[in-house]
């Protein structure tokens, strides 16, 4: 077996920050729901989920990567230790922190769960995809679910009994979803017998719990095509009995795992339910045609926890290669170059190591805060429901399309952080002594599953942009637009905000040709630009956060002594922004021309001419 050992690390600081300094976590907690929630108890939740994190699962990373999940008789074995990590991770209570008490849960806000989430995935993804699919499976049962569903599934599904899984793909279906065969034919006890194979389905098989409830899209006998004719249904691996004891095997068979590029510790299954005509699914919540809609709710929670993903391990790649850059002395100063006796410094003083680690931090930094921002407005709004239905629908609103930001950005900027970091460790980097080849690997795939990023970016263009008449994004361009105003003079980052106000401009300008294509008939344009809107908006969400940052970190840092160490952080913060400002803002106003051009190269080419081979 691999040497266990634990190479993830986090920064607390700038976690406390982001949560406390700049989004005023402290505004909600000790209120209503949160009542029993203050800073000292977050503070001590994060102190023992990083312990748990690094002592725990982090060592397991690089075992899982190394030994990989094994098929063996129709059972899928997870990599050794996994077994108790996950019983850990539920006897302390780290799934269940944001749980209503009535599943045994604390009631935590939703941010909090969200960073806990970030440390857990950035120390080990593999392990936390096991966890992250039984907990959407419960809150989705929980939702949607009959009383006698929420108490014989969603219970023990929250408390780590059994586990869960979405099954959306199938081999001739994957992204497109309403071209599936998985059929459900209804039986005289009104249950159902499904028949049909399931692909890409993460977690799909293991012996981490007693059970695993599969939550399955089929068609009923007679429902219309396309997605519009599916439904949703549990499918436990074991049949329950009437108790709520496990009973025998209801006809899910795990006929293959896939040998991935990563993610080696989490099992990616091919199921085939029903083969001996022995599968029987029950319809969740007793509403037919319904799949879709119930399913939304579990593949939103998945794209934003994809975004956890992509942060917890670009946050890992960076805080990584800082260490190596600090600890690695190769090469003299430039101050020396003429001198060919003079010593050699740590890498971290030549130029382009500071220029790569510090586009690093910007970019996770700015990652962290809109992923957290994302959280802060669900809580907001499940605050405020009931009380102010108008500001709850604005939170929910800026929930709706910060989502696919959030799970498009964060995994694309995941992969590219991870390639950089591994430039910064050279050939080091290349290698499995050190982590960022192994984060590198495992963070490929989070632009792809859960809706790849192409869908994300459609989902916001043709959705999103539109959605409430345009008004969440009028609501959203508004609080930038505030932003400006009040920080345009601002005697340091007075530069940095003209180039948010520039980015501003270009993103409101492309918005308004999105509408025109569309007025026009000319929809075909939009899917060739669709990336690059996503990556538009989503850096000027993020110059937005890292400027709003620096502007309370500057004033944090005027009221501190100049020895006190929160100094040197706060000044961070400031280069932080600027960076960002000054060399990716600039994009987003080439891109909103690059878009304005309409260039149609890609439509206008035959498929014959772009190889003759």
Known sequence: MSQAVN????????????????????????KDRYADWGRDEVAMVLDEAYRYA???????????????????????HVPAGFHDAWKKLYEQGWKSISISPEHGGQGAPRVLAAVLEELMSGANVAFNMYPGLTFGAAELLDQHGTPEQRKKYASRLFRGQWAGTMCLSEPQA????????????????????????KCWISAGDHDLADNIVHLVLARIEGAPAGTKGLSLFIVPKYRVNADG???????????????????????????????????????????????????FMMMNFARIGVGLQGLGIASGAYLAALEYARERKQGASMKEWKNPTAPRVAIVEHADVRRMLLDMKSRVEGIRALVYKLAMHQDRATLLEGKDDAAA???????????????????????????????????????????VEQYCRDSKVFSIYEGTNHIQALDLVARKLGQAGGKHLQEFLGDVAKFIKRNKEHPVLGPSVANLAAAHEAMAGTAMQMLMWYQAGQMERV???????????????????????????????????????????????????????QNVLPDVVHAAKVVASGDKSALDVATESFATV
């Open 7 to 30: 190479r993830y690390r986090a920064d607390l600081r700038e976690i406390h920050f982001v949560l406390f300094e700049q989004l005023g976590l402290g505004e909600i907690l000790g």
């Open 54 to 76: 690094r002592e725990v699962v982090g060592p397991l990373n690089s075992v899982g990567d190394r030994e990989g999940c094994k098929l063996v008789d129709g059972q899928v």
């Open 174 to 197: 994957g992204s497109d979803v309403g071209m599936g065969k998985t059929s459900a034919v209804k039986q005289p006890d009104g249950t159902f017998k499904i028949r049909g194979t």
């Open 245 to 295: 004891s496990r009973g025998g095997t209801n006809d899910v068979k795990t006929t293959a795992i896939e040998h991935k590029m990563g993610l080696n510790g989490s099992a990616t299954a091919t199921l085939e339910l029903g083969e001996d005509d022995g599968c029987i699914g029950e319809l969740v919540g007793n509403a037919e045609h319904q799949g879709i809609r119930q399913m």
């Open 393 to 435: 629908a604005y939170h929910k609103g800026q929930v709706e399309l910060m989502t696919p930001l959030v799970k498009a950005y964060s995994s694309d900027q995941a992969f590219r952080v991870c390639e950089t970091a591994i430039q910064v460790f050279g050939g080091a980097g290349y290698v499995k002594d050190h982590p």
């Open 527 to 581: 899917p060739l630009v669709a990336n690059r809107v996503l990556e538009m908006m989503s850096e000027l969400v993020i110059g937005w956060l890292l400027l709003d940052g620096a502007v309370i970190a500057l004033e944090a840092e005027g009221k501190l002594a100049a020895t006190h160490p929160d100094r040197a952080f706060y000044e961070g913060k400031k280069h932080a922004a600027i960076y960002f400002a």
